[in-house]
């Protein structure tokens, strides 16, 4: 059993016939992930740290993992810190960072590393990465049946997006709970119509945000980060896979893919969230600026429902919407 921090390339693991944990998953889908958060500050993180830094901290110690790859470029700043804390404590950190500036040379070199650490080679990833290309393209047919057909939930399909980060560690369970749930959803008469919104930034630390939506006649067609773990472009290399991964490189590359598809599925509006103390709120600015249509930025800290103020400024902006609306 293999932890992560945040996607990487799944194809290394598998090859080596690892199980792959993303922690995330594990933190927010946690019967008590509130729980998971005080376990970390019992042991001295600060109360203004990020909550999903110290929801995975609880998850490795709890779940007991042996050995976690840490993401320590192109995710969250305070991922190099956690990497140190558990290496104090005897877990094995494996680094694994992001090039800046996309670079193929520097990618190949940083997948051959992690490919060389896990006992694997190149060749064996690519073999892994046709198997994984069959799994994503029924998750993209998810997603197709969200935004183009109606007959999938906002919430449905960020479900099965953010579980191709890991497959659930299990890539023929997972592949099987696809298929089941595709063909239900084929049978499905397509959900009436409403607002059609836009997704963007990390997955909610909200429980309950797309069923709020739902409730409000408004249903997300466009889950953006989502999406981008289920590695959504055609490619021919593993490496030019993780170079189209938009997530962890700039907020340009990612508002292009954002703004493509806001055109595409026909977005009525946008909800940014972003993360208490992390640094990707600063590029709230950008977004709002790049964007040219209405935009509700929701802050997040901890796991649980929406609370009263934040489901208040749902409504408000779902109103707004509405009445803009022909």
């Not at 001295?44 to 790859?69: A, D, H, Q, T």
């Not at 289920?230 to 962890?248: A, G, H, I, K, N």
């Amino acid at each position: 059993m293999v932890g992560f921090t945040t996607t990487i390339p799944l194809e290394v693991l598998i090859a080596a016939e690892r199980r792959p944990v993303d922690l995330n998953n594990i933190f927010i889908t946690d019967p008590d992930p509130q729980g998971l958060i005080e376990d970390a500050e019992v042991a001295g993180f600060p109360r203004n740290i990020c909550g999903w830094i110290k929801g995975l901290y609880g998850v490795v110690r709890r779940c007991g993992i042996k050995e976690v790859v840490a993401v320590t470029e192109g995710d969250c700043s305070n991922t190099k810190a956690l990497m140190e804390v558990l290496t104090l404590q005897g877990v094995t950190t494996v680094p694994f960072a992001y090039p800046f500036d996309r670079s193929a040379e520097t990618l190949t070199h940083e997948i051959d590393k992690l490919a060389r650490h896990f006992g694997v080679t190149l060749q064996q990833c690519e073999a892994a990465r046709e198997r994984l290309e069959r799994v994503r393209g029924k998750v993209h047919e998810i997603d197709r049946l969200n935004w183009q057909e109606g007959r999938v939930s906002g919430g449905e399909s960020h479900y099965f997006q953010v579980c191709t980060s890991d497959m659930n560690g299990d890539v023929d369970a997972f592949e099987a709970e696809v298929d089941t749930f595709l063909a239900e959803a084929g049978r499905r008469e397509p959900l009436r119509q409403g607002l059609r919104l836009a997704y963007i930034g990390v997955p909610p630390i909200f429980t309950d945000l797309y069923e709020t939506l739902e409730g409000m006649g408004a249903r997300v067609v466009f889950n953006e980060t989502q999406r981008q773990f289920s590695m959504p472009y055609p490619v021919d290399s593993l490496v030019e896979q993780y170079r189209r991964y938009t997530y962890p490189y700039d907020i340009f590359t990612r508002l292009a893919d954002i703004e493509e598809e806001i055109a595409r599925r026909r977005v009525d509006g946008v909800i940014h969230y972003v993360q208490a103390f992390c640094f990707r709120q600063i590029e709230d600015l950008i977004v709002r600026k790049r964007l040219k249509m209405p935009i509700l930025t929701l802050e997040g800290d901890r796991p649980g429902p929406l609370d009263a103020r934040t489901r208040i400024r749902l409504e408000g902006f779902i109103e707004m919407l509405k009445a803009r609306k022909p």
